[in-house]
């Protein structure tokens, strides 16, 4: 499987477990990942001067972490987009980092299809995974993340599925509402619909990791600029403060190939 993220810490939040399943079962998983994270805020203090208004070093930064998050996932094929550093995150929608020439909205997409469908027909995944069409929760650099795996996996006929990760409306409302019960929990809850999620009707598989929460949360401690995690693990907050809760399986809608097998696996009915 071939799994294309916008930033590092991505690849941990949102399909952590689910990589830490497969890589544990002998699949070979391939993380790609679209930028280093330059534009990210920074949980601690200590570390606040790499921000991108500083010594602008949280990129490489980053790239450290993501290692890191990768040995405790399993992971040992990354890669990133055009090369380390080729294209710079974003920041979020409206920012002035929009703006940086090297920012990843700004790049070609064509260019980056390009650069990704090279890496697909290397490695020559079934399954491809990716977000929606609206990023997960609207982020410009996981927008053109979506948008750049569905040109490139469409160029490559070896792959077999299209996956996009989502987050289950069910799932995170029982998840919160779990948190309410922690006693001194040191970030809010979420707002009614603070957190992005998709209908429940819309998900097709549902990937039970609740034997790979160990390894997700190591990952999500890797990231310790972006996440931070409770010492029990049951929940983690980045740094808007904002608790989310760890729940037992990871969700995704199926956007091309068969369906059939494919409820609780990704590789569900295929040969
Ligand atoms: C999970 C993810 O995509 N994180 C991105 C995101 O970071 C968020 C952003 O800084 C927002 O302003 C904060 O409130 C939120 O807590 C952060 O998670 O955007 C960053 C800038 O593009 C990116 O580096 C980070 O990986
Ligand atoms: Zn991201």
């Excluded at 990952?219 to 608790?243: E, F, K, M």
């Amino acid at each position: 499987m071939l799994l294309v993220h916008a930033h590092p810490d991505d690849e941990s939040l949102w399909t952590g477990g689910t990589i830490a399943r497969y890589a544990a079962s002998g699949v070979h998983v391939t993380v790609v990942t679209c930028t280093l994270g330059e534009e990210g805020e920074i949980i601690p203090p200590a570390l606040r001067e790499l921000a991108a208004d500083a010594a602008d070093q949280l990129g490489g930064y980053r790239v450290a972490e993501l290692r890191s998050a990768c040995a405790a996932l399993g992971v040992t094929d990354h890669r990133f987009l055009g090369g380390i550093g080729r294209w710079r995150d974003s920041g979020m929608a409206g920012v002035a980092a929009n703006d940086h020439p090297r920012a990843f909205i700004r790049g070609s997409v064509d260019e980056q299809a390009e650069e990704l469908a090279a890496i697909i027909a290397s490695v020559k995944p079934q399954v491809v995974v990716t977000y929606d069409e609206n990023g997960g929760y609207g982020h410009p650099d996981h927008i053109r993340a979506h948008d750049i795996t569905v040109a490139a996996a469409g160029a490559v006929d070896d792959v077999e599925r299209v996956f996009y990760a989502v987050t289950s409306r069910d799932a995170t409302a029982a998840g919160v509402a779990a948190l309410a019960d922690l006693p001194d929990l040191p970030w809010r809850l979420p707002l009614d619909g603070e957190l992005p999620v998709v209908e429940d009707s819309a998900i097709t598989t549902v990937v039970d990791v609740s034997d790979h929460l160990v390894a997700k949360m190591r990952a999500l401690r890797a990231h310790s600029t972006q996440v931070s995690v409770l010492p029990d693990g049951s929940a983690y907050a980045l740094s808007n403060g904002i608790a989310q809760p760890v729940v037992q399986a990871e969700y995704y809608v199926l956007a091309r190939g068969s369906a059939e097998g494919a409820e609780e696996d990704l590789f569900g009915g295929l040969d």
